[in-house]
């Protein structure tokens, strides 16, 4: 057997340590007295008589021999009368080293060593061989004195060679056990197979697999046959590196050579057969051992259970652990442990809580992995009440949650966007004594991206720095992608610089996420650098690599080089998606080069790559959404023609472009085709047409087929309520909103965050304030209230001119870790600008940007109308011009301000400069600007510029209200010019602004107007708002 395994396995050379040693001298040594002086001789005869006494340490203390003693005189001593009571002689050598100092001399400790073992003394043996290895001298130069001794003694004991390898081993120091086991050749020795036995177990654990296999030659070499627990040991070496064939090789060669296996050695073929996963031939296995009549253990059992639970073979794992019961054994932790953990990866949850109750019922204590372990499963399935439950249990039973129990909950409350549970349980954990770790900080700014709160995310990217904790690539590439989908690109190039300062190598999937927003945004240079870059580090492109950049140069209008990715991809082997296949064709439609799009639909017919009709499906959407209905209809009857029949999802592509297009008879004439041709409409049918006719205004007719969807066998889903809802919510019939909301909880359909914003959205604008707190109460428990929530809210405040209670809930919202965003500051900063609270708004418009939340063209434009109305143009023109120096275009309402404010300024000049910059853009001219400019032109006596302006006015059809018509006749009516007063009368009858029958004494009869708001300086409001 041993020569099959040496011819069978190459054994490899081991370590210099084994193969590099000093030479030893292992000749005997002749300790004749007449190498030692006389009177030393004479010394040695002394000792010698006294060590037969009984008496003979107080003999020794009593005599003047303690003057006579030196190394040369024991070591004598030791050598002449190592045949005489080895214990005594143990004794005198300790008595020695008491009374002159330790030695530390290998021949006298080897002398001593042997001895003992020859008696059976083997704990003084041991205690000697561990001071030879403190001596710190090679093992081949203790092995060569110990060897020396021995062979100068016929009939000595090999433990001795026994105890020295054991001793090495039980140190750790494997590698000089094996360099003793595999001595020189001039070394012969047979150690016992116990000995054998334990290196060769101590080597395969510490996973030393290439000096296991030297040892098990080392044995055929000196003759020893392998025994159950050698043949076992080579078993499990061959399974240890999945050499699973060599493994059942050696098994079978174990029966042959007619050694028995043992139960543990079926545990060990059956544990590397299910790790392999060879789970049939596991089972086969076990049931050949009871044939043998072995009885399966808990080992066995587990093993088994273990290796079904990986391979998701749950039901199987269960029926092994009623057979396992059934036997009378009980399973242990581990063994619940791995069916919990494999129902929990094969998404059973009500399984793992099955085996947990089991666990109970037997008494089996359940520990904090297991816990762990089934939150993780609750959580992934998003039943949080639950999750909350069970961690409500551990706590007591007395078992402490530790920081994952923590993050697993924190991260369920983050799949279920309900930040503020996820917040609370991050107060919890920190008020446990328990640090937020790694993995809590990547699932905290992993949440955060994913609900698109990225300020957040990034202050607590930057609290885990500043808590000398470094981020993971999860971490950096939720970041990236968060920022990317927001269109950040600045910010994502910085976090991937940051990333590399780290030491972290972005992988595939972080350059994925860059190269897909840089691809986004059409910035196709860059991401080709990165690709050269991902490339040049060794990293390979996957089909989402070139995905990005066959959608990005499709999005661009660059087909050419869509083609030249999308066929490098078919030469890397990597197979194209429909979204890609979509992207090309769509591509071609868009650049109305018809033709490659028919190719690229024809070479997806041909390659089979779809089915025929979903192609056909992806033509049509692909010409649909990009204005060609007539050819999208063209294929549709091609397909037609071809025998093939249209699916719904090729009728809902063309109902949805046509719903789009705003023409609805059209599509419902679809839809009755898709009927006749008794080709059932879908959900998303009923859905398009429903949110079709709801953006048509058709409320009661959208209504209507709502209502009788069910009749015709379908049953509304939570998007239809949800288009239902907001469409009511958007008319003003916020009533006949939650009336639906009610129906679809009594159907079993759980509301969403989008529905709760919808009616909160409705309350708001209908002005039922107390309704809509209590809606976003209802919305911060079910954890629905996002930033865009409270900032619904806080409009509806300010819009009702509740600025007090905005502050009120702008606070809280900021206490419960809810970071407000830009929206939520120009939200509050306008309604103090609209009533001259400058001073409060200009608080926030610091405190906005000291969050690093820039201000946007909403933001200025209330701030500029608001230092406009109180008069501080100075800072109009500083804010106006600081604003422009970042980088922010003005929109038209910004510039009509802007004229607004030079003309009350006097400064004409600077009013038409804006006037031209207006015509310039393309932008209109609003009411207010036209009337600013026209008073202006009257202050300063320029009336047939001032009427020129009016012409101008009524030409571009913009029509002022009779407030403004007054005010304008004022400003002619003031210098003293009634004719031209008059004038202007007739011009603003002739455009309709004014009835024919107004009199310039209505007209500017009431000069209080000049002071107050007029419907056109409201409808600016509007517009701002």
């Known amino acids: 057997m041993w020569k099959h395994l040496h011819n069978k396995y190459q054994i490899p050379t081991y370590r210099n340590v084994i193969t590099k040693t000093r030479t030893v001298s292992i000749q005997p040594r002749d300790y004749c007295t007449t190498h030692i002086l006389k009177h030393e001789r004479d010394t040695v005869r002394e000792i010698s008589n006294i060590l037969k006494q009984n008496n ?16 040369s005189v024991i070591r004598t001593v030791l050598h002449q009368n190592q045949l005489g009571d080895p214990k005594r002689l143990l004794s005198f050598f300790q008595w020695f080293e008491r009374k002159m100092g330790t030695l530390q001399n290998l021949n006298m400790l080897s002398i001593l060593a042997v001895s003992l073992c020859n008696s059976k003394l083997y704990g003084g043996a041991s205690y000697i061989i561990e001071r030879m290895i403190g001596t710190c001298e090679l093992p081949l130069a203790i092995l060569g004195s110990l060897f020396s001794i021995y062979s100068d003694r016929n009939g000595s004991s090999p433990v001795v060679f026994d105890i020295l390898i054991n001793m090495y081993r039980k140190r750790g120091l494997l590698v000089e056990a094996a360099s003793v086991f595999l001595g020189p050749k001039d070394i012969e020795f047979t ?78 073929v059956i544990g590397g057969l299910c790790k392999a996963g060879f789970l ?18 808990g080992y066995t059992y587990a093993n088994l259970i273990n290796g079904f639970c990986k391979d998701k073979r749950t039901r199987e794992a269960e029926l092994m652990l009623s057979d396992m019961t059934s036997m009378g054994l009980i399973p242990d932790v581990i063994t619940y442990n791995a069916m919990i953990d494999g129902f929990i990866k094969h ?117 885990m720095l500043k808590r000398g904790l470094t981020p993971n690539a999860v971490v950096f590439t939720s970041l990236i992608s968060a920022h990317i989908r927001e269109g950040r690109l600045e910010e994502s190039r910085k976090i991937l610089e940051r990333m590399r300062e780290q030491g972290i190598s972005p992988d595939v999937i972080c350059y994925n996420a860059y190269i897909r927003g840089l691809c986004k945004a059409k910035n196709m240079e860059e991401a080709t650098t990165y690709l050269v870059e991902m490339l040049e580090k060794g990293l390979k492109p996957n089909a989402i690599t070139y ?46 080069n018809t033709t490659e799009a028919f190719s690229t639909f024809r070479c997806i017919l041909a390659r089979g790559v779809l089915p025929e009709v979903q192609t ?121 909103a939650f009336q639906l909301m009610d129906e679809m909880v009594l159907k079993g359909i759980p509301p969403d ?98 969050r690093n939340l820039m201000p946007n063209i909403r933001t200025y434009t209330a701030l500029l109308y608001g230092y406009n109305i109180i008069g501080n143009r100075l800072e109009v023109v500083a804010l106006f011009e600081e604003m422009v120096a970042k980088g922010i275009e003005p929109d038209k309402i910004t510039y009509w301000v802007m004229v607004d404010a030079h003309c009350k300024e006097g400064n004409l000049i600077e009013a038409f400069k804006m006037r031209h910059k207006i015509l310039d853009k393309g932008m209109p001219m609003s009411v207010t600007a036209y009337g600013a400019l026209i008073q202006a032109l009257c202050k300063k006596g320029e009336h047939s510029e001032a ?79």
């Open 547 to 592: 995905g990005a950049f066959i959608l990005g140069y499709s999005k661009a209008g660059d087909m050419q080089m869509a083609n030249r990715y999308f066929n490098e991809m078919l030469g890397c082997g990597l197979a194209p998606n429909d979204v890609i296949y979509s992207a090309l064709v769509e591509g071609h439609c868009k650049e109305r």
């Open 347 to 463: 998404g059973d949850v009500e399984g793992a809580f099955r085996i947990k109750d089991e666990m109970v019922a037997r008494g089996v204590q359940i520990n904090l992995m297991m816990y762990n372990t089934i939150l993780s499963g609750v959580c992934k399935a998003g039943n949080m009440d639950k999750a909350r439950e069970l961690m409500n249990e551990m706590i007591t039973r007395g078992t402490k949650p530790d920081c994952r129990t923590y993050t697993l909950l924190i991260d369920g409350y983050f799949l279920e966007r309900n930040m503020v549970s996820a917040f609370g349980l991050l107060d919890m954990m920190k008020k446990s004594n328990l640090t937020p770790t790694v993995m809590t900080y990547c699932v905290i700014i992993n949440g955060l991206c994913h609900c698109g709160n990225l300020q957040q995310a990034d202050a607590f990217f930057e609290e």
């Open 191 to 268: 150690p016992s197979m116990l000995c054998c036995n334990s290196l060769l177990r101590d080597l395969l654990k510490a996973n030393e697999v290439d000096l296991f296999w030297k040892v098990c030659d080392g044995m055929s070499k000196v003759k020893l046959l392998p025994d159950v627990y050698v043949y076992t040991q080579m078993i499990n070496a061959h399974f240890k590196v999945g050499n699973v064939n060599e493994a059942k090789s050696i098994f079978l060669e174990m029966g042959e050579k007619g050694c028995s296996p043992s139960v543990i050695t079926y545990n060990v």
């Open 56 to 71: 003979w340490q107080l003999l020794m203390e009593s005599s003047d021999i303690l003057k006579k003693l030196n190394p």
């Open 947 to 1025: 009427l020129r302006l009016i012409d101008e006015m009524g030409q571009s059809r913009l029509k002022p209200c009779f407030a403004t018509c007054g005010t304008i006749a004022r400003g002619f009516q003031r210098v003293g010019n009634m004719d031209k007063a008059a004038q202007v009368l007739a011009s603003m009858v002739q455009f309709g602004w004014v009835p024919s029958s107004t009199s310039l004494g209505d007209l500017v009869g009431d000069a209080n107007h000049d002071g107050a708001t007029s419907e056109d300086t409201n409808n600016l409001l509007k517009q701002m708002a």
């Open 616 to 736: 056909y499906s992806m033509l049509i959407k692909a010409l649909s959404r990009n204005g060609r209905l007539q050819e999208a209809l063209g294929i549709f009857s091609e397909l037609c023609e071809k025998g093939l029949v249209p699916d719904a999802f090729t009728f809902n592509s063309l109902i949805s472009s046509f719903c789009k297009v705003g023409d609805i008879e059209r599509a419902f004439q679809l839809h009755d085709k898709m009927c006749m041709k008794n080709i059932n409409p879908n959900i998303v049918t009923y859905n398009v047409l429903i949110d079709g006719l709801c953006k048509a205004g058709e409320i009661e007719r959208a209504k209507n087929l709502f209502n009788g969807i069910s009749q015709k066998g379908s049953t509304p889903n939570n998007v239809m309520y949800a288009t239902m809802i907001d469409s009511y919510c958007k008319s003003g019939n916020v009533t006949e």
């Open 280 to 297: 049939n031939e596991a089972i086969e296995m076990k049931n050949s051992m009871v044939e043998k009549g072995l009885v399966p253990d």
């Open 753 to 850: 965050s989008f529905i709760y914003n919808a009616l909160l959205y409705g309350c708001c604008e209908q002005e039922k304030l107390e309704k809509a707190e209590d809606l976003y109460q209802e919305m911060m428990q079910k954890g629905f209230a996002s930033t865009r929530s409270f900032n619904t809210l806080i409009r509806g405040f300010c819009r009702s001119g509740k600025l007090q209670e905005a502050n009120q809930l702008f606070k809280e919202i900021v206490e419960k870790q809810v970071m407000p965003n830009r929206v939520t500051y120009t939200t509050l900063i306008y309604p103090l600008c609209k009533a001259g609270m400058m001073d409060e708004a200009k608080q926030l418009f610091l405190e906005m940007q000291e």
